[in-house]
Every structure is written in structure tokens, then in C-alpha cells.
């Protein structure tokens, strides 16, 4: 589901149109394009009934997650997309979900001028996806699993204001009575004030090198100047110089899709070198003397992509690496937006570890002890041709639907 947020622009107030998910906006009165930082997720709160505000009362926090849970366990990894909203502090009678009451409404962010009081969170982010996501139904039973990754996730805090009135707690929204104060938990409605690391932060989208205006829509990751082709990740703490390459089209490239390739020394497992992994995952093809000096890395797609299409195209282009040979970045009109950030492809490294590896038994059990050194990471971006139904990479046979490109957008 898509959840709206009610957003102004912080150059003319103009409203503008904004979705969770989005961390650039634009405003198509005054043009201005602006950064949002923060250095946790976003806050929001719901609506009140009848437009009545919210500000001085009580808010309980719901942790709202969407993205894919993958379980790598003895022959298989199992993925699951999950897209919840479920309470964060459980206290006796309020609701242990938001249900579809975020999407009914824009929400509003949390400011500290409201004035509001939190209920502080008590169950960790992490116990409450895995509770969602029923992880235990998704290993078969009795069975451990190796690893486990959350990719191309979203994760923010959504508040239900609580109205205390007539020796009761009322939910802010619809009006209802949740429970009578006496049978409240002595002291469970506590609530605490305004964290100033929530404060949302506002930052102009011009170029650090060049000054120039930067490019990108509401959701991606990296904002690429025209100017002087320089790419810049959009991150908590601002804009961080991001190297890029681009892999020349043969002929005529309908499409340039985003991949992050992360160059990896995995001691455990002995790769140093792409011959080394061949070697070690079993690959059914014997390695290339000249593939001792080529450094092995690992290639995450750059875009949010369902979780079997994202292993695909991963393992595909991680094993078809040697024949890309990528060259300096120059921006052109139809480069994809880059919708996964660096962090969640070094998430991923793992994962398509074992997504690649033609013999499961030989890297699966190892995984637990993979760590990796001489990490470095850059963006390349890969010429796809127009098939039919799907967008086909020549070189390394990646293949991904169309209608899957949409969707990931929105996932
Ligand atoms: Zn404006
Ligand atoms: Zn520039």
C-alpha cells in the first residue's frame, strides 16, 4: 500500500504531492528541489476525526515496515515481502495495528512545536517484522537458517493520537473508547517528549562540486549532476560523492539499469579473485587464467525489484561479470533511477553470495562466518534492449519483465 504525507514546500509553502517513500521533493510552483534528512526514520501521525488537531496529546507509536525478508537455510532461500503497520509500545487496549487507516488519509509529520507527549517504544524494530513476517513459518521446521537479510526496506513510525477524556483513553481518529483509565497499567501511559533527532531537516538539491541544480524523483537514492557528471548518494547526514561507470551499449540501449557492484575479499571462503569464487561456488564453467587479477565483486541491482527477480538478476550479472568492462559515467536521458542504497547492497552481498553459488552445500553453511575485507563500492550502470515483454542485457543475459520493473517501484 501507498501511504500519502501532507508536505509543504519549505521554500514557498506550497503543498506538494509526497509519498512515504519519498525523501526528495519538488515543488511544481516555485521548482525548488529539496533534501530531506533525518538521522532516524520519518515520524508521522494520523489524522484526527472531524480535522480536529492533534497537537498537545498523547501519540502511541506503530513501526510501519515494507520491503522482502530473505532466509538462506540448507538448500534454499526463502524471501517474503512484507508491508505491515503493528503497535511498538502494546499498552493494555490500544490497537496492536493501524490496519488500512494510514492509507485513508495524508498523514502529518511529527514537529516539535505540537507539543505532542510519545509513548516510548518497548518491542525492538527487529522482533516486530519477524513477528509480521511469521519468519518461523518461513524455515521449514526444526531447521536453522544460515543467513537472513531485510532489503529494500522502508521503515517509519506512524503515531494514533490518544484522546484522554471521561475516565477513558479514546482513539484520536475514529472516537472510540479503548479502555477506562483505572485499568490503564499504573504509569503505562507515560509519555515522553519530542526526541530532537526525529527533527526533519531541509537541504537545497544543488551539486557540492559544481553548484549546479541536481536531478531525481521523490524516491532515489542517487542524484546525478548534468553538469559535470559528477553522482552524489542521497544519505541521513547529506550528499556523499558516489564513483560510477557506465558499460557502452552496443548499437541503440533502450535502457540503463542502476547495479551496485561491491568488490569483496571474503577470507573464510578464500576469494580474493573472481577465478577463487568460480572455484569455490562450484561455477559449471572452468575459470580464465586472466580471471586470477580480476577482484572479485559481488553486482546487487541498484532497484527495488520483487525478491526473486532480484537474486536472478543479481546472480546473473555477478556471474557474467567478466564480460562488462565499464567505462567513466556520462548522463544521459534514460538512465533508471537508482532506488536501493549503497548500505542495502552491502546488505546483500551475502545473499547473493549464496543466490550465485552453484553448489549450495560448499558456501551456505560458511555464510555465518563470511566477513568481508577490502570492501569498496561503485555504481554501474548496464545497457538493456527492448524484448518484448522484458528488458534484456546482452552480456550477461539479465532479464527483467517490465510489469516487475513497475511494480519494484512501488514496493
Ligand atoms: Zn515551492
Ligand atoms: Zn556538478
Not at 490497537?95 to 487507516?101: D, I, Q, Y
Not at 553522482?231 to 551499449?249: F, H, I
Not at 550502470?381 to 520493473?405: C, M
Request: aromatic share 8%; with cysteine; hydrophobic share 45%.
Amino acid at each position: 500500500m501507498t501511504i500519502r504525507i501532507e508536505q509543504s514546500c519549505p521554500q514557498c509553502g506550497a503543498g506538494v504531492d509526497f509519498v512515504e517513500t519519498d525523501h526528495i521533493l519538488t515543488c511544481s510552483y516555485c521548482g525548488a528541489r529539496s533534501l530531506l534528512q533525518c538521522g532516524g526514520p520519518f515520524r508521522y501521525v494520523l489524522p484526527m476525526a472531524g480535522k480536529g488537531s492533534s497537537a498537545g496529546l498523547l501519540l502511541a507509536p506503530y513501526l510501519r515496515f515494507k520491503g522482502a525478508i530473505y532466509l538462506v537455510s540448507s538448500e534454499t532461500i526463502e524471501h517474503r515481502v512484507v508491508d505491515t503497520t503493528q503497535a511498538a509500545n502494546p499498552s493494555p487496549g490500544l490497537p496492536p495495528s493501524l490496519g488500512l487507516r494510514p492509507q485513508a488519509m495524508p498523514l502529518i509529520r511529527v514537529t516539535p512545536d505540537a507539543g505532542n507527549l510519545f509513548l516510548p517504544q518497548t518491542i525492538k524494530a527487529s522482533a516486530i517484522v519477524e513477528k509480521a513476517a511469521a519468519v518461523g513459518n518461513l524455515a521449514p521446521a526444526g531447521e536453522t537458517f544460515y543467513h537472513r537479510a531485510y532489503i529494500g526496506e522502508h521503515l517509519s513510525y506512524i503515531h494514533l493520537p490518544l484522546v484522554i477524556k471521561n475516565q477513558g483513553v479514546y482513539d484520536g481518529v475514529n472516537d472510540n473508547r479503548l479502555i477506562g483509565l483505572a485499568e490503564t497499567e499504573g504509569g503505562s501511559l507515560n509519555g515522553r517528549q519530542f526526541d530532537h533527532s526525529w527533527r526533519i531537516r531541509f537541504e537545497a538539491a544543488l551539486c557540492p562540486q559544481c553548484g549546479a541544480s541536481l536531478e531525481g524523483a521523490g524516491d532515489c537514492r542517487i542524484m546525478a549532476c548534468a553538469n559535470c557528471a559528477s553522482a552524489w548518494e542521497v544519505g541521513p547526514a547529506g550528499l556523499s560523492r558516489m564513483d560510477w561507470q557506465v558499460q557502452p551499449a552496443k548499437g541503440e540501449a533502450a535502457l540503463f539499469l542502476p547495479f551496485w557492484q561491491v568488490f569483496a575479499q571474503i577470507p573464510v571462503l578464500r576469494i580474493v579473485s573472481f577465478a577463487d569464487f568460480v572455484v569455490r561456488s562450484n561455477q559449471p564453467f572452468l575459470p580464465r587464467p586472466q580471471w586470477e587479477d580480476k577482484a572479485m565483486s559481488v553486482w546487487v541491482p541498484a532497484v527495488r525489484l520483487r525478491p526473486k527477480v532480484f537474486l536472478q538478476a543479481g546472480r546473473q550479472a555477478t556471474l557474467g561479470q567478466w564480460r562488462l568492462a565499464p567505462v567513466q559515467g556520462k548522463v544521459r536521458p534514460n538512465l533508471f533511477p537508482v532506488t536501493l542504497p549503497s548500505s542495502e547492497a552491502r546488505q546483500a552481498v551475502k545473499l547473493m553470495l549464496a543466490a550465485a553459488a552453484a553448489s549450495p552445500r560448499l558456501i551456505f553453511p560458511l555464510l555465518p562466518q563470511v566477513q568481508l575485507t577490502e570492501v569498496a563500492i561503485r555504481l554501474v550502470y548496464l545497457p538493456f534492449i527492448d524484448r518484448s515483454h522484458d528488458w534484456v542485457q546482452p552480456e550477461t543475459g539479465v532479464a527483467i519483465g517490465k510489469n516487475i520493473l513497475r511494480f519494484g517501484r512501488s514496493l
